[in-house]
């Protein structure tokens, strides 16, 4: 297997780097590639050649729209040429099989596509109700340098959901990519400037969070930091940002529920009940992680869930037929199962897995069995904090009181799931869920329409729809009197002036 070498992109060409970071593979231990430790030189080269790209309006930001929406297009068009080549980057280096990682680069080339569409039609208004003398202009202009900081889960989808908006907005864009999962970006933004996308527009710097993150989002040409991972770092960044008053959007962790009503269609419900909790491993923000089932089928529906969930396959990322990957890397690995033995300390009844995978080849790699929980309470630790790992946490409920309350009970608001054929009860039970997404019958299912972000501690702002293009512009008002202008001032006033 080669060894992928990287340095930094930055103003379309690569940037050279005196350090290098290496990923090895979570599934087999393998290197598989080098990417740039930068420095704070690097960063502040990253973000000149976005802000001259901004500023230099015929670049980018004051192109016709239609002009910016050819250009994305062009770059989806390598995108889907290169699929395969940018799955197996996605899959190795995360530890996901190869079948997800494909879907992953085909959704973030649907969210592309989408995102070229909106730049056509930038949205303005015409204020004309304010008298026969004044017209006013509510417009929209590009927010400017954008800093993107995304994660390691889906390093594509989280950068995608960004991306392709602030672009089609107008902005110009720097990307920190997670270190550990850095060269499909690396790898999107050289596609971009073979698609036309002028220099400057798209840089990319790789390295460590506590060194490149803190130099770009203090940097005070960065107009905006865009931000996808945890609750604790989206509050480190705020707080910078917050320094200098600057624009934030965050999107941060989940503790999703997943609420089966006796009602339900037990055999789809039971399909997204698995989806939702093995997906990526279970590392993925708006992971299914609580199961809330009526208490008059929970057995009999634990019981088929448990029997389903055996049969899931863990795998290398090129098996083709394996569901579950490696978990990211061994100290996260280490910390799944301590939340795992924690769930065990509180009383909860282990009915499914709990251990790590060393067999049938797994051995080199971080695999996690996929674990189901019952009995689990409110004030366990696997109720109330974000594992990100293959775990469910199975707690009954009683009424539809009970289960609303239940859902709601924790600090996020990302996503949660319902399933239930009463539409009544749908509608009142999707209203009271406090959460950005609400999926009935069905979960961790979307279109690129539908925008996409969390209440509470799951976020500031929203990603993906047309609000997604609205986060990353600025309003300006114009207020304009037509004809001339009656004076204001009492009329000694502007008799003495013009005296």
């Known amino acids: 297997m080669d060894v992928r070498e990287y340095d930094n992109w930055i103003d379309g060409g690569w940037a050279g780097a005196d350090r290098k970071v290496e990923r090895k593979s979570p599934a087999h231990g393998r290197l598989l590639a080098r990417f740039a430790q930068s420095d704070e030189q690097a960063v502040r080269a990253a973000v000149g050649a976005a802000r001259k790209a901004f500023d230099t309006r015929s670049v980018w930001s004051s192109m016709p729209g ?3 929406a050819k250009a994305l297009g062009h770059w989806v068009d390598l995108m889907t040429r290169d699929l395969e080549r940018l799955a197996l980057i996605e899959a190795e280096e995360v530890g996901k099989p190869i079948r997800f990682a494909r879907a992953e680069i085909e959704w973030s080339i649907e969210l592309a596509r989408y995102a070229a569409a909106l730049a056509w039609q930038l949205p303005g208004d015409l204020v004309s109700n304010i008298g026969d003398a004044n017209l006013g202009l509510v417009t929209r202009e590009p927010r400017g340098v954008i800093a993107m900081i995304t994660p390691w889960n889906f390093p594509m989808v989280t950068l995608f ?147 389903r969930s055996k049969k899931i396959r863990l795998g290398l990322p090129t098996d083709e037929d394996a569901d579950v990957g490696a978990l990211i890397h061994e100290k996260h690995m280490e910390q799944v199962l301590s939340y795992i033995e924690s769930g065990l300390e509180e009383g909860a009844t282990l009915l499914l897995g709990g251990n790590r995978v060393t067999e049938n080849g797994l051995g080199m790699g971080y695999y996690v069995a996929p674990t189901i929980f019952s009995n689990v309470t409110p004030d366990m630790t696997i109720f109330r904090e974000e594992i990100f790992g293959p775990v469910l ?84 008002s114009t207020f304009i009197k037509l004809g001339k202008r009656t004076h204001a001032l009492p009329h000694t006033l502007t008799t003495s002036a013009r005296s």
């Open 66 to 68: 239609a002009e910016r």
């Open 161 to 307: 959901q960004k991306l392709p908006f602030a672009l089609a907005a107008g902005c110009t864009v720097v990307v920190k990519p997670s270190e550990l999962t850095s060269g499909s970006t690396l790898e999107i933004a050289k596609l971009a400037t073979e698609a036309g996308i002028p220099n400057g527009v798209i840089n990319v710097v790789t390295g460590s969070g506590r060194t490149v993150g803190e130099i770009l989002t203090g940097h005070r040409d960065v107009d905006m930091i865009s931000f996808t991972g945890s609750t604790a770092v989206g509050i480190r960044i705020a707080q910078r940002a917050a320094e200098q008053v600057k624009r934030v959007g965050l999107e941060l962790g989940g503790k999703a529920a997943n609420i089966v009503f006796a009602d339900a269609d037990i055999d789809a419900a039971l399909d997204g009940i698995l989806l939702g909790y093995i997906l990526n491993q279970g590392e993925e923000c708006v992971q299914g992680t609580r199961l809330l089932v009526e208490d008059s089928v929970a057995e009999s529906f634990l019981e088929k869930l448990v029997e």
């Open 393 to 476: 946490a199975v707690t009954r409920f009683k009424s539809v009181e009970e289960a609303i309350a239940l859902a709601n009970d924790t600090n996020y608001g990302l996503g949660n799931g319902l399933w239930t054929k009463d539409i009544d009860k749908a509608i009142r039970v999707s209203r009271e869920l406090r959460s950005g997404t609400v999926y009935v019958n069905t979960f961790l299912e979307t279109a690129a329409q539908m925008p996409f972000g969390g209440l509470k501690q799951s976020g500031i702002g929203r990603e993906n729809g047309l609000d997604g293009l609205l986060e990353f512009t600025e309003v300006k």
